[in-house]
């Protein structure tokens, strides 16, 4: 059974945590929470740049989300909702920042398929993923249908005794404020079940309010 979504806009104190380790399934990932900064990793940026994720978040207030890949078709629904809050959100400060494993030559290929304009960056090695506490195996069942993939195909891992799986994130958002402190935070074993627009606005309008 899947755990219950995970939701917060409670605020705690500040504190940072080491990377996490990869988990053995989806429903065992342990997301940073309310009161962590964002981690200190750096990815690669369409032109395969570097980019930083606590320099990033230390620019403005930022919601981060996490998805699996361009060839998911909800991941793909939502980039697309995200793009119609967007002009409300920069309108309160915010920049938007999504993550995946996709190399930066198949992010340009979403950024152009959904016509989007906010910043997409590759977390191909899974370092994000796993500092955020959303990186997780996937069972042996979704691993043989997904390795079908050809974009998924590629990422297959060795996690012992020739035991292949796929390390994935756990569809997630993290909304920081302007020292890359995070206040809200969705994380949905469900990759069906995205975070709704409105939910993301409201969260923001808070944080916002916040900082004024």
């Not at 361009?70 to 938007?96: R, S």
């Not at 995946?100 to 979403?110: A, G, N, Q, T, Y």
Request: one cysteine or more.
């Amino acid at each position: 059974m899947l755990r219950p979504i995970v939701a917060a806009f409670a605020l705690t104190m500040s504190f940072s945590l080491a990377a996490k380790p990869v988990a053995h399934s989806d429903n065992d990932v342990a997301p940073l929470l309310n009161g962590h900064d964002i981690p200190d990793v750096t990815l690669q940026g369409l032109d395969g740049k570097p980019v930083n994720l606590q320099n990033l978040a230390q620019q403005k207030p930022t919601i981060f989300f996490f998805y699996r890949g361009g060839w998911c078709p909800f991941c793909n629904m939502q980039m697309g909702q995200l793009q119609g809050i967007q002009p409300k959100l920069i309108e309160m400060g915010f920049q938007l920042v999504g993550i995946s494993p996709d190399s930066p030559e198949k992010l340009r290929k979403s950024m152009t398929k959904n016509k989007l304009d906010y910043m997409l960056l590759s977390d191909s090695d899974n370092k994000a993923a796993q500092a955020f506490g959303v990186a997780f195996y996937t069972s042996k069942k979704v691993t043989a249908r997904y390795a079908r993939v050809p974009d998924l195909k590629e990422k297959l891992v060795d996690i012992g005794n020739g035991d292949m799986r796929i390390i994935l994130p756990v569809p997630a958002i993290f909304l920081s404020d302007k020292s890359g402190l995070i206040h809200f935070q969705y994380v949905n074993p469900n990759f069906r079940v995205r975070a709704e627009p409105e939910l993301l606005l409201t969260a923001a309008k808070l944080v916002a309010d916040k900082q004024k």
